[in-house]
Each structure stands twice: as C-alpha cells, then as structure tokens.
C-alpha cells in the first residue's frame, strides 16, 4: 500500500501520496473537493506531469544519437518521492534523478514538491532543480480532478478575465491521434470569462487555452455560488478535461504542451520545453481556495 501523509489545518485536511507526490484528498468540514477514484472512470486524483505534458511524437524523442521512449505526462506520477520535511500542516517531498529515471530521461534533476494548509487553502510550491552540467529540458504541469456533486450541467466555470475566442484541441483519428491540432479553432463561450460543463465539453478531449489571460478559475454552482478556486502564477497554458459525461473536472496549468505532428524529435529542438542551465532552479506554484459552498 502507498504511504500517505496527512495534513491538518482547522477546518481544512489534506492527504497526499509518496507515489507521485499526489493530492488524494483535500476537505472542508468534512466536505472533500477532489475527485475521488471510482470503478470505470479515471483512477487518478491529481498527478504532477514531468519532464513531459501530454503526448510526444512517435512516443518519445532524442538526445545526443539515442531514442528515448516517454510516458504520456511524463514518468513522476509513477515514481516514490522521498520525505524532506513534514509539519501537522505542511510536508515537502522531492524525486530525484536515479539509475531508472536516466533510461528514460538521460539527466540530472530534482524535483521538489510542497504542500501547505492554512486558514482558507491549499498552497502547492514546486522547483526543479537541475543538478547536471548540460541544459535541462523539460515540460511541468499539474492535473488536479475536482468533484463535482449533484448535475454536471449545474456547474461552470469562472475565469478571471475573458479569454480567447479561440482554443487549441487534440488530434481526432485517425493517427497521430492526441498529438496537439495544427491550428486553433473558434469555441463558443457562454459569456466572457464564463463555460457552462455539460456531458458533451470533452467529446472531443481536451479543452487548451494557449496562452491563457486568467491566473485563477473558480468553480460555481448555479444556485450556492463558488466552491472553490485555482490560483496559478505564471502558467502560459491552461488545460480543461474530464472523462465524458463523468462527474469532475480537471483544471490543469501547464509549463508545457503536447506535441505536434511537425515537432521535432530532438529534445533540446521542442519549442514547448523550458531550457533550465546548469545549475539553475525553476518555480512554480498554485493554490486551491475554497469557500463556504453547501455543496
């Protein structure tokens, strides 16, 4: 069985994973806000995507004359954090480069993921750290499922600020299905800023807003208001997906995208990546706030 830790803060707990530093429960007086694994639908709650977000071409890519197969997301989902530092209300685990990262990921990195509860949210803190002597590329992101009680269709979405009449999709069949579409295409938007959830949003997959304007998105019911809201700095690119018809939604900022059917096979060559130096560190964080929602 996966160790777990548990957090607490007044009103609020959290539960998180070793296994991929994973977010498997967040409650409010009791009231649980993630998505909770169920027989027929996604198994996941709220894995972090690295070194790669989505689909890369032909499944994976090169580096100095070798090929590297790649993971849908990456590999840290599937990998055993180790335990930095633990507090009643905060904990901090790192993955580490090792022997069976390098077969699939031919560098030197740490990956440190923070939680931390206090009176009214979850704040998530990520760096990683490149420990080699050559640039690191490298994709991050995060995939947190949010419950959604009662009626899909009594949900939206709220964004900050309008976003683009526009949005980015996957490629349908035949192949190369779920790489990134050549082009953007026109979405309709039940208001500026706002998108109503109803079974059919994710017939298509997912939903990208590359760039996204917004730096938070809430999550409102029809009749008792916000339940919560997503705080992310600094992502350029906000990912929205469910499993057809199923009962929660994903909210994912990105650091990173899928590939397209031109990209190039070459790491390094991946315009979607972050180029860290030697040495350097990479930040980012985000924060789930709630609020005093019924439901």
């Known amino acids: 069985m996966t160790p777990t830790i548990a957090l607490s803060h007044g009103p609020l707990t959290a539960s998180i994973a070793a296994?991929?530093?994973?977010?498997?429960?967040?409650?409010?007086?009791?009231?649980?806000?993630?998505?909770q694994p169920r027989a027929g639908h996604w198994q996941q709650t709220a894995p972090w995507l690295f070194p790669v977000v989505g689909r890369l071409r032909d499944g994976g890519f090169s580096h100095r004359g070798r090929w590297h197969e790649m993971?849908?997301?990456g590999f840290a989902a599937s990998q055993a954090f180790d335990l930095l530092a633990q507090a009643p209300d905060s904990v901090q685990l790192q993955l580490r480069a090792s022997e069976r990262t390098r077969k699939l990921y031919p560098f030197d990195f740490r990956l440190l993921v923070s939680y931390r509860l206090d009176a009214d949210g979850l704040a998530m803190d990520i760096?990683?750290?490149?420990?080699?002597?050559?640039?690191?590329?490298?994709?991050?992101?995060?995939?947190?499922?949010?419950?959604?009680?009662?009626?899909?269709?009594?949900?939206r979405?709220?964004?900050?600020?309008?976003?683009?009449?526009?949005?980015?999709r996957l490629q349908p069949d035949p192949p190369p299905w779920g790489l990134r579409?050549?082009?953007?295409?026109?979405?309709?938007?039940?208001?500026?800023?706002?998108?109503?959830?109803?079974p059919h949003l994710f017939d298509r997959d997912a939903v990208i807003l590359d760039p996204v304007r917004s730096s938070w998105v809430a999550l409102v019911h029809r009749r008792h208001g916000?339940?919560?809201?997503?705080?992310?700095?600094?992502?350029?690119?906000?990912?929205?997906?469910?499993?057809?018809g199923a009962p929660f939604i994903c909210i994912e900022p990105w650091w990173g995208r899928d590939d397209d059917a031109a990209s190039p096979h070459a790491l390094l060559a991946?315009?979607?990546?972050?180029?860290?130096?030697?040495?350097?560190v990479?930040?980012?964080?985000?924060?789930?706030?709630?609020?005093?929602?019924?439901r």
């Open 181 to 198: 579409a050549a082009t953007a295409e026109p979405f309709r938007w039940d208001a500026p800023g706002s998108l109503q959830l109803h």
């Open 282 to 294: 990479f930040e980012a964080g985000m924060r789930i706030a709630t609020s005093q929602c019924e």
């Open 127 to 155: 760096a990683v750290h490149n420990d080699g002597d050559e640039t690191l590329p490298f994709g991050f992101g995060a995939h947190p499922g949010f419950a959604l009680p009662g009626r899909l269709d009594g949900w």
């Open 226 to 244: 916000e339940r919560l809201r997503l705080q992310f700095r600094g992502a350029p690119t906000l990912g929205l997906w469910a499993r057809p």
């Open 270 to 280: 991946k315009p979607q990546l972050h180029k860290l130096p030697a040495g350097a």
């Open 19 to 35: 296994l991929g530093a994973e977010l498997q429960s967040f409650t409010r007086d009791g009231d649980e806000l993630m998505w």
């Open 71 to 73: 993971p849908l997301h």
């Open 157 to 168: 979405l709220q964004f900050e600020r309008p976003e683009a009449a526009s949005v980015w």
